[in-house]
C-alpha cells in the first residue's frame, strides 16, 4: 500500500505489502485504475479516529486486458459494509433509475404497508399449514419481504440524509426519527410579534409574518424631508461611480501575492508573515492585520483552485502540492524517502524523469502517468488557476469553487483607505501597475475573443495547398477521457498536396485535449527540424492552440511545453501557425485515431498509412 493509498493516523504492514506486490508481479498481475471512490475501505469512525483505505483493488493480466481492451472500473459508494464494491464494465451500460426513483415512482412510499401486510398474512397462512410443498413458496415469500425491509431501510435513510449506516443495523425506526426530528427543526413552532406576545395558532402566525414585511417593504409618508435631500447630488461622481464597480476580492490579491512573488507587496507580506514558509502553510501570526486576516480566510479556496504545470521541479513538493491530475497531493511522505521536490525524480541533469526511481516509488499506472508530464529543465514551475480556461485567475470561478466547497467567500466591497494606500506604497508607480492589468486584460480577450481571423483561420473548413517555398504539416491528437491516452499524428505536404513525411505515435497520458494537440504539435515540430525544412506552416483544429500561439500568450496549464514550441519555431526562417476545421484535418485525424488502436509508432517517408488516404 502506498502512502496517498490512506488517509488516517494507522500506519500499514510495509512488510506485508511489500509482498502481496511481489506475489502480484510474480503473477504478472497490474493494478487497473478505477473511478468512483478513492479510498475504498473505512473504519467508520469520525474525525481524527477515521481511517481510509485503498484495499480493495481489480487486478488483471495482460491477456484478460487484451480480450476486453474496452473494460472500465469504478468503486462505488459504501453502503451497508465497510468495503466499496468495484465494478467491471465490459459493455455499455444503459442508465436506470435509482432504487429509490424508481420506488417513489412507483407509489412505494404510499402502498409499502399494504403489501408488506398482504406478505405477512400470507406467510402466516403457509406456517399454519406446513408441509413439504410449501416450503418453495416460503422461500420466495422471505425474500420478497427482505427486499421490501431493504428498500423501506434506504427510503428513509435518504429521506433523513443520514450519510453512514452501520453493517447489519436494520433499524428502520431510526432513520424514520431522524427524518421526524429534522422535520420539527425545520418548523416555526411560534412567533412573538410586536407587542411581546406570542403567536402560536397558524393563522396568526402567518398574518404577522405578512404584516412584518408589509410594513418594511411600505413607505410611511414622511413629512418635509425636501429640505434634507435639497442638497444631495443626483448624480454619482467618476470616482463614487468606479468605487461602486470595483469589486476586489481576497481571493484575487493572494493570487496575485503568490504568483507574483517578486513585487514588493508580496516581498513584504512573507517577511513579515511567512519568512520561511510558503503562503500556504503560513499562520495566522501575532496580532495580524485586517488584510492578512482577510488573505488567510481563503487560503483554502485559493489552494484548491492552484496546479503546478512543472519545469524544472525546484519549486513543488512531490508529497504535498498539487501537480498531477486526480492527486491533489501524493502524501504522507514515505518513511525512508529521500523524495522531497519534483525535480529529485528528474535524473541528474534535469532534463527527463528518472523512470527507475519512478516505477520503484509509485504503482505502475502513476508512474506512467508521470512519465509522460513534459519538463523542462530550463524553465521554472509555472502556478495556474486549475478552474478557467487559459489558466488565469477569475472572481467567478474562485466563487463557484467556494460555494462547491460551502464556504463563504470574503468579499472587500468598500475596500477601507488603509488598502489603496497601502497598496499605493508598496507597488510604487500607480500608472505603471494599472497598464500592466490592462496588457494582462488585452491577452486574456485575445485568447477569448475567437470572431477575428487574424491570418489564422482557414474559412474554406478544407485543407489548402501552401505557397511554392513552404511546406504545410497539419497535426491532431485524438484523446480519451476516460485513460487519458492520446493518439499523436501528423501529415506533410507541399504545394502539389503530395506527402513528404507523416508519424503517428501512442501517449500514455495527456492530461487534457489541449495538451494532447500541443504535445502532437511539438512532436511534428522536431521531425521537421530534423529533417532540415526552413518554411514551414504548422496547421490543427485547436483554435484556442493556435490563437495562442499566433499572439504568443501563454496558456499557462501548459506553459513549459506552450513555451518550448515557441522556442522551437525559432528554429525555422519562416514558422506560421494554421486553423482548419476538422474536415479540412482528416488525414492527421485518421492517423491519429489509427494509433490508438494499433499503438506502435511508425515514421513513414513520401507516404501515409493507406487507412488515412482520404
Same mark, same amino acid.
Given at each position: 500500500?502506498?502512502?496517498?493509498?490512506?488517509?488516517?493516523?494507522?500506519?500499514?504492514?510495509?512488510?506485508?505489502?511489500?509482498? =502481496?506486490?511481489?506475489?502480484?508481479?510474480?503473477?504478472?498481475?497490474?493494478?487497473?485504475?478505477?473511478?468512483?471512490?478513492?479510498?475504498?475501505?473505512?473504519?467508520?469512525?469520525?474525525?481524527?479516529?477515521?481511517?481510509?483505505?485503498?484495499?480493495?483493488?481489480?487486478?488483471?493480466?495482460?491477456?484478460?486486458?487484451?480480450?476486453?481492451?474496452?473494460?472500465?472500473?469504478?468503486?462505488?459508494?459504501?453502503?451497508?459494509?465497510?468495503?466499496?464494491?468495484?465494478?467491471?464494465?465490459?459493455?455499455?451500460?444503459?442508465?436506470?433509475?435509482?432504487?429509490?426513483?424508481?420506488?417513489?415512482?412507483?407509489?412505494?412510499?404510499?402502498?409499502?404497508?399494504?403489501?408488506?401486510?398482504?406478505?405477512?398474512?400470507?406467510?402466516?397462512?403457509?406456517?399454519?399449514?406446513?408441509?413439504?410443498?410449501?416450503?418453495?413458496?416460503? +422461500?420466495?415469500?422471505?425474500?420478497?419481504?427482505?427486499?421490501?425491509?431493504?428498500?423501506?431501510?434506504?427510503?428513509?435513510?435518504?429521506?433523513?440524509?443520514?450519510?453512514?449506516? +452501520?453493517?447489519?443495523?436494520?433499524?428502520?425506526?431510526?432513520?424514520?426519527?431522524?427524518?421526524?426530528?429534522?422535520?420539527?427543526?425545520?418548523?416555526?413552532?411560534?412567533?412573538?410579534?410586536?407587542?411581546?406576545?406570542?403567536?402560536?395558532?397558524?393563522?396568526?402566525?402567518?398574518?404577522?409574518?405578512?404584516?412584518?414585511?408589509?410594513?418594511?417593504?411600505?413607505?410611511?409618508?414622511?413629512?418635509?424631508?425636501?429640505?434634507?435631500?435639497?442638497?444631495?447630488?443626483?448624480?454619482?461622481?467618476?470616482?463614487? +461611480?468606479?468605487?461602486?464597480?470595483?469589486?476586489?476580492?481576497?481571493?484575487?490579491?493572494?493570487?496575485?501575492?503568490?504568483?507574483?512573488?517578486?513585487?514588493?507587496?508580496?516581498?513584504?507580506?512573507?517577511?513579515?508573515?511567512?519568512?520561511?514558509?510558503?503562503?500556504?502553510?503560513?499562520?495566522?501570526?501575532?496580532?495580524?492585520?485586517?488584510?492578512?486576516?482577510?488573505?488567510? &480566510?481563503?487560503?483554502?479556496?485559493?489552494?484548491?483552485?492552484?496546479?503546478?504545470?512543472?519545469?524544472?521541479?525546484?519549486?513543488?513538493?512531490?508529497?504535498?502540492?498539487?501537480?498531477?491530475?486526480?492527486?491533489?497531493?501524493?502524501?504522507?511522505?514515505?518513511?525512508?524517502?529521500?523524495?522531497?521536490?519534483?525535480?529529485?525524480?528528474?535524473?541528474?541533469?534535469?532534463?527527463?524523469?528518472?523512470?527507475?526511481?519512478?516505477?520503484?516509488? =509509485?504503482?505502475?499506472?502513476?508512474?506512467?502517468?508521470?512519465?509522460?508530464?513534459?519538463?523542462?529543465?530550463?524553465? /521554472?514551475?509555472?502556478?495556474?488557476?486549475?478552474?478557467?480556461?487559459?489558466?488565469?485567475? &477569475?472572481?467567478?470561478?474562485?466563487?463557484?469553487?467556494?460555494?462547491?466547497?460551502?464556504?463563504?467567500?470574503?468579499?472587500?466591497?468598500?475596500?477601507?483607505?488603509?488598502?489603496?494606500?497601502?497598496?499605493?506604497?508598496?507597488?510604487?508607480?500607480?500608472?505603471?501597475?494599472?497598464?500592466?492589468?490592462?496588457?494582462?486584460?488585452?491577452? #486574456?480577450?485575445?485568447?477569448?475573443?475567437?470572431?477575428?481571423?487574424?491570418?489564422?483561420?482557414?474559412?474554406?473548413?478544407?485543407?489548402?495547398?501552401?505557397?511554392?517555398?513552404?511546406? *504545410?504539416?497539419?497535426?491532431?491528437?485524438?484523446?480519451?477521457?476516460?485513460?487519458?491516452?492520446?493518439?499523436?499524428?501528423?501529415?506533410? +505536404?507541399?504545394?502539389?498536396?503530395?506527402?513528404?513525411?507523416?508519424?503517428?505515435?501512442?501517449?500514455?497520458?495527456? &492530461?487534457?485535449?489541449?495538451?494532447?494537440?500541443? *504535445?502532437?504539435?511539438?512532436?511534428?515540430?522536431?521531425?521537421?527540424?530534423?529533417?532540415?525544412?526552413?518554411?514551414?506552416?504548422?496547421?490543427?483544429?485547436?483554435?484556442?492552440?493556435?490563437?495562442?500561439?499566433? /499572439?504568443?500568450?501563454?496558456?499557462?496549464?501548459? #506553459?513549459?511545453?506552450?513555451?518550448?514550441?515557441?522556442?522551437? &519555431?525559432?528554429?525555422?526562417?519562416?514558422?506560421?501557425?494554421?486553423?482548419?476545421?476538422?474536415?479540412?484535418?482528416?488525414?492527421?485525424?485518421?492517423?491519429?485515431?489509427l494509433v490508438l488502436s494499433c499503438p506502435n509508432e511508425f515514421m513513414l517517408d513520401g507516404s501515409v498509412p493507406s487507412c488515412a488516404n482520404v
Amino acid at each position: 500500500m502506498y502512502a496517498f493509498e490512506k488517509e488516517g493516523q494507522r500506519g500499514s504492514n510495509n512488510t506485508e505489502m511489500s509482498a =502481496f506486490r511481489e506475489a502480484c508481479s510474480f503473477c504478472n498481475l497490474e493494478d487497473r485504475s478505477p473511478t468512483g471512490v478513492k479510498l475504498t475501505w473505512s473504519n467508520g469512525r469520525r474525525g481524527n479516529e477515521n481511517v481510509r483505505k485503498r484495499l480493495d483493488k481489480f487486478l488483471t493480466n495482460s491477456h484478460w486486458f487484451d480480450l476486453y481492451p474496452d473494460a472500465s472500473f469504478e468503486n462505488l459508494a459504501r453502503i451497508a459494509s465497510d468495503h466499496s464494491p468495484i465494478i467491471c464494465r465490459i459493455s455499455p451500460m444503459v442508465k436506470k433509475k435509482t432504487e429509490y426513483s424508481v420506488l417513489k415512482a412507483c407509489g412505494y412510499v404510499l402502498r409499502v404497508s399494504t403489501v408488506w401486510l398482504e406478505m405477512l398474512g400470507r406467510m402466516d397462512w403457509l406456517l399454519s399449514s406446513f408441509d413439504g410443498s410449501t416450503r418453495a413458496k416460503q +422461500r420466495a415469500l422471505r425474500k420478497q419481504i427482505k427486499e421490501l425491509l431493504t428498500h423501506e431501510e434506504l427510503m428513509w435513510k435518504q429521506h433523513s440524509r443520514i450519510q453512514w449506516l +452501520r453493517e447489519g443495523d436494520k433499524n428502520t425506526r431510526f432513520f424514520h426519527t431522524c427524518a421526524s426530528n429534522r422535520q420539527r427543526r425545520n418548523s416555526i413552532l411560534r412567533l412573538k410579534g410586536p407587542d411581546g406576545r406570542w403567536v402560536e395558532e397558524l393563522n396568526e402566525v402567518c398574518n404577522l409574518v405578512s404584516s412584518y414585511f408589509s410594513e418594511l417593504f411600505s413607505s410611511s409618508s414622511p413629512q418635509g424631508y425636501e429640505f434634507v435631500v435639497k442638497d444631495i447630488d443626483r448624480r454619482l461622481t467618476e470616482n463614487e +461611480r468606479q468605487a461602486l464597480e470595483r469589486r476586489v476580492t481576497s481571493s484575487e490579491q493572494v493570487w496575485r501575492l503568490i504568483t507574483s512573488l517578486t513585487t514588493l507587496a508580496a516581498r513584504t507580506l512573507k517577511a513579515r508573515y511567512c519568512p520561511r514558509s510558503s503562503f500556504f502553510d503560513a499562520k495566522i501570526g501575532y496580532r495580524p492585520s485586517y488584510i492578512w486576516h482577510s488573505f488567510l &480566510s481563503v487560503k483554502d479556496i485559493v489552494r484548491k483552485g492552484c496546479k503546478w504545470n512543472i519545469g524544472d521541479g525546484c519549486s513543488v513538493n512531490v508529497w504535498k502540492d498539487f501537480w498531477l491530475d486526480d492527486y491533489r497531493s501524493m502524501g504522507p511522505k514515505l518513511n525512508n524517502c529521500d523524495v522531497d521536490q519534483v525535480r529529485d525524480l528528474l535524473n541528474i541533469e534535469g532534463d527527463s524523469w528518472n523512470h527507475e526511481l519512478l516505477y520503484s516509488l =509509485f504503482p505502475h499506472n502513476i508512474a506512467s502517468k508521470i512519465a509522460c508530464c513534459f519538463v523542462s529543465k530550463s524553465r /521554472n514551475d509555472v502556478l495556474y488557476w486549475h478552474n478557467s480556461p487559459g489558466g488565469r485567475f &477569475s472572481c467567478k470561478s474562485a466563487y463557484l469553487l467556494a460555494l462547491e466547497a460551502e464556504e463563504d467567500m470574503v468579499i472587500l466591497e468598500n475596500c477601507p483607505a488603509e488598502w489603496e494606500t497601502f497598496m499605493m506604497i508598496l507597488e510604487g508607480n500607480v500608472e505603471v501597475i494599472a497598464k500592466s492589468v490592462l496588457s494582462d486584460y488585452h491577452k #486574456a480577450n485575445l485568447i477569448e475573443n475567437l470572431s477575428g481571423n487574424n491570418g489564422v483561420h482557414n474559412h474554406a473548413g478544407m485543407w489548402l495547398r501552401p505557397d511554392v517555398e513552404h511546406i *504545410k504539416i497539419n497535426c491532431h491528437a485524438a484523446w480519451q477521457k476516460e485513460s487519458g491516452k492520446a493518439g499523436l499524428g501528423f501529415v506533410a +505536404r507541399d504545394y502539389k498536396g503530395e506527402a513528404l513525411f507523416s508519424g503517428g505515435r501512442l501517449e500514455c497520458y495527456a &492530461s487534457s485535449p489541449l495538451e494532447a494537440e500541443a *504535445k502532437a504539435v511539438h512532436w511534428a515540430m522536431t521531425r521537421a527540424i530534423c529533417m532540415g525544412y526552413s518554411h514551414v506552416i504548422f496547421e490543427t483544429d485547436s483554435l484556442c492552440l493556435v490563437k495562442a500561439l499566433h /499572439n504568443k500568450v501563454t496558456l499557462l496549464q501548459i #506553459a513549459n511545453l506552450f513555451s518550448d514550441i515557441l522556442s522551437k &519555431s525559432m528554429a525555422f526562417r519562416v514558422c506560421n501557425w494554421s486553423f482548419v476545421k476538422r474536415e479540412g484535418n482528416r488525414v492527421a485525424h485518421s492517423i491519429a485515431s489509427l494509433v490508438l488502436s494499433c499503438p506502435n509508432e511508425f515514421m513513414l517517408d513520401g507516404s501515409v498509412p493507406s487507412c488515412a488516404n482520404v
